[in-house]
């Protein structure tokens, strides 16, 4: 069984751009949730997506938004890049919520 | 506030050694809590989740601990090997069904040849 995937793997972008990254969960897999890693920070989480709703978000300003859909793929945008958007992005999928958490290879984002 | 941390930060054992990762987190009514493994620049990968009714779980080197009294887990590594290094990390997600993962820094381990 394929595990998650992310697209794109890397990302360079300027400050003030949008940017949109895409999650795949791994088949049958119902519930996504996506982390920004960074090396102050560790890793904080973003919000989850359960039958296409959002069911839990962290504490982020609103330019950063995502969504789910019928398939149980997800996409998460940010608006406005800011340089402190820098980070790797994490997307983990469970096949229902509060199971066990898969995730991703990452998708690394630089704002320059 | 939730917080889990990671004690030590950094380790560095020779080959062959057994050890202990620690963990301690603040928030009693966990749900579960997870063990990771992150190699530089790559995802995560699930090594073992203990749910809040168990005392442990092993899976083939590995040991971990959940004391939910304490509010401490330990993650036991037996025989390492140098591609056991990596960094370490540990989560729990809360009762009440949220898919959150509170996540520690992290123990970045080296097992040296």
């Known amino acids: 069984k394929a595990g998650v995937t992310q697209t794109p793997r890397y990302l360079i972008k300027t400050r003030g751009q949008q940017v949109t990254l895409s999650c795949s969960p791994i088949?049958?897999?119902?519930?996504v949730s996506w982390y920004q890693q960074t090396p102050g920070q560790g890793l904080q989480f973003l919000f989850e997506y359960f039958s296409e709703t959002q069911r839990n978000k962290g504490n982020f300003p609103g330019r950063f938004s995502g969504r789910q859909f019928s398939n149980s793929r997800s996409e998460m945008n940010v608006s406005t890049l800011e340089l402190g958007d820098s980070a790797l992005y994490l997307c983990?999928?469970?096949?229902?919520?509060?199971?066990?958490?898969?995730f991703g290879p990452g998708t690394r984002l630089t704002v320059t | 506030k939730q917080e889990v941390t990671q004690i030590p930060a950094a380790l560095s054992v020779p080959e062959g050694e057994n050890l202990v990762l620690n963990c301690s987190f603040t928030?009693?009514?966990?749900?579960?809590l997870q063990w990771f493994r992150q190699d530089p620049g790559k995802g995560l990968t699930s090594l073992l989740l203990?749910?809040?009714?168990?005392r442990e779980q092993t899976s083939g080197r590995l040991n971990a601990s959940l004391d939910k009294s304490s509010g401490r887990s330990t993650l036991y590594i037996a025989a390492s090997q140098p591609g056991d290094s990596a960094t370490y990390l540990c989560?729990?997600?809360?009762?009440?069904?949220?898919?959150?993962?509170?996540f520690g820094k992290g123990t970045k381990l080296t097992v040296n040849p």
């Open positions: 928030d009693s009514a966990i749900y579960n």
């Open positions: 088949s049958g897999h119902r519930s």
């Open positions: 989560a729990f997600q809360t009762q009440g069904g949220s898919e959150k993962l509170v």
């Open positions: 203990i749910q809040s009714s168990q």
């Open positions: 983990a999928s469970s096949q229902y919520r509060a199971y066990e958490q898969y």
